[in-house]
């Protein structure tokens, strides 16, 4: 695959973005919530599936390889983390959103958050068995397929789907000023 210097520049920037918006901590009740899915959502978007997925990669291997741009930090060890599956679901959810953002008929705001959505589903199916799994049989930290699901799932769907509907509408402006790529 052939990258021209736009692609390196703007995926680069996405990379930038991920790791600001894990840093950016907005408070809700007991727990807060970050910018970074906004940002994978929207590197699917306006990357396109291989460009989008390749950006959000880097990000994750940038952790891996130490540089503390997760939330708890970095290292080859965050694989162990409950929430690394979230991390995973990232990847095939920027992935996933390119692709089927760019077969749509009729690109519209609408069309744009059932994409969103979709990839919503994806980063939770992963993120929210993987967190289960690794607390329970991994760092020996037992939690309930209910627990896990009501803190992982339900208490987070609402912020989580208004991240949809922001991205879909940052992605659709960006669509309609031609500014995605691939």
Do not use: H
């Not at 997925?53 to 983390?81: E, H, K, N, R």
């Amino acid at each position: 695959m052939k990258i021209t210097t736009k692609e390196l520049i703007v995926s680069t920037l996405f990379v930038a973005l991920i790791t600001i918006g894990t840093f950016i901590r907005i408070p809700i009740g007991n727990d807060y919530f970050t910018l970074q899915f906004l940002f994978t959502l929207l590197a699917g978007l306006v990357l396109g599936a291989n460009l989008g997925g390749t950006a959000v990669l880097v990000y994750v291997f940038l952790g891996l390889a130490g540089v503390p741009v997760f939330a708890s930090g970095g290292g080859f060890g965050y694989i162990l983390q409950p929430t690394f599956g979230y991390l995973i679901g990232f990847i095939i959810q920027a992935w996933f959103c390119g692709k089927f953002s760019r077969k749509l008929s009729n690109i519209s705001c609408k069309s744009l958050v059932a994409v969103n959505f979709g990839g919503l589903l994806i980063v939770y199916t992963i993120g929210i068995s993987w967190f289960y799994i690794f607390s329970n049989y991994v760092v020996n930290a037992p939690i309930s397929v209910w627990a896990t699901l009501f803190y992982c799932g339900i208490l987070q769907i609402l912020p989580d789907f208004a991240l949809c509907v922001g991205a879909a509408t940052l992605g659709y402006t960006c669509y309609r000023r031609g500014l995605w790529l691939s």
